[in-house]
């Protein structure tokens, strides 16, 4: 019996797909570039994260995902494949932590191609399959996909994920209910101590979704001037220099070049508050009683 599904609504409709959404087929070169490259994949970012955040005095607290979670960035000229990407990442902790469903994957991360594949096995089984009246099909193309395609492929291989959409309120803007909400899921995960500066927990980091592009979060900062702003990973950017400096290394830093070489794994007030909606996908170690559950 086929399993029908519904995306959060309203969702970033068809006339978002991006410049691609009439392509019946992405060039040969880009095929060939995609077979020989795979992806750029850095591990170890979190931990250098974690000793960054620990020794910049801005930061009040930090809270980080499960920290053998892979960046997974684009390959050079690749164009419009971050919401791959960022699925990709997901399955780095999949596969990582083995939870419920990571035999799919046989220790391996899915290609573009073969996301593309279970994509469209998905549909054909009746999760979300609306999405491809609205795409006409995704397969070997550089159609953006989003939320409700990344639902469709976790719950497809059942892997238990949650979906929520944020849209403006009389009383709060989406980006802060968004970050609100943020907040308040790292810190149910927390290992040790609450009081502590660092807060690390064992958490499967979350797909965001924003008009044209989407992250995943990876963490959760409060300044001393109780600021708040995201940690994510960026797959239209590679590491920086300044923290791949970082990784496996116990550097001595001063707390303004910690501060300043976390920067760019920021998305603060002044970037979210551009965007009027947010959707974002929870990964859960247990299947939520309500998919559209916080």
């Known amino acids: 019996m086929m399993k029908k599904m519904f995306p959060i609504q309203p969702h970033f409709e068809a006339s978002h797909l991006g410049k691609y959404a009439h392509e019946s087929k992405m060039p040969d070169w880009l095929i060939q570039k995609l077979l020989r490259g795979g992806q750029v994949c850095t591990k170890d970012v979190i931990p250098a994260l974690k000793q960054l955040a620990e020794k910049a005095e801005s930061i009040k607290y930090a809270y980080f995902c499960h920290p053998g979670v892979h960046h997974i960035s684009k390959l050079s000229r690749e164009g419009a494949f971050c919401g791959y990407r960022n699925i990709q990442t997901l399955i780095t902790y999949v596969i990582g932590t083995s939870m419920v469903g990571f035999e799919h994957f046989e220790g391996t991360l899915p290609s573009i191609f073969r996301i593309q594949d279970l994509i469209e096995a998905a549909w054909d089984l009746g999760y979300n399959s609306n999405g491809r009246v609205e795409t006409g099909g995704i397969k070997g193309t550089r159609k953006y996909i989003g939320t409700p395609e990344a639902q469709a492929l976790f719950n497809s291989l059942s892997i238990p994920c949650s979906v929520k959409a944020f849209r403006p309120m009389t009383n709060e803007r989406a980006y802060e209910s968004l970050i609100h909400t943020i907040e308040n899921y790292f810190e149910q995960g927390i290992l040790m101590e609450h009081d502590a500066k660092i807060r690390q927990t064992d958490l499967p980091p979350v797909y965001l979704q ?22 994510v990973f960026d797959p239209s950017s590679s590491r920086p220099d300044s923290v791949k400096k970082c990784i496996g290394k116990n550097l001595r830093l001063t707390s303004s070049k910690a501060n300043s070489a976390i920067q760019p794994y920021r998305r603060g007030k002044a970037y979210l508050r551009k965007h009027k909606e947010f959707e974002v996908l929870f990964l859960r170690k247990t299947p939520p009683s309500d998919d559209n559950a916080v």
């Open 210 to 231: 924003h008009q044209g592009h989407s992250l995943t979060v990876v963490g959760f900062e409060k300044s001393q001037r109780d600021g708040s702003c995201l940690y």
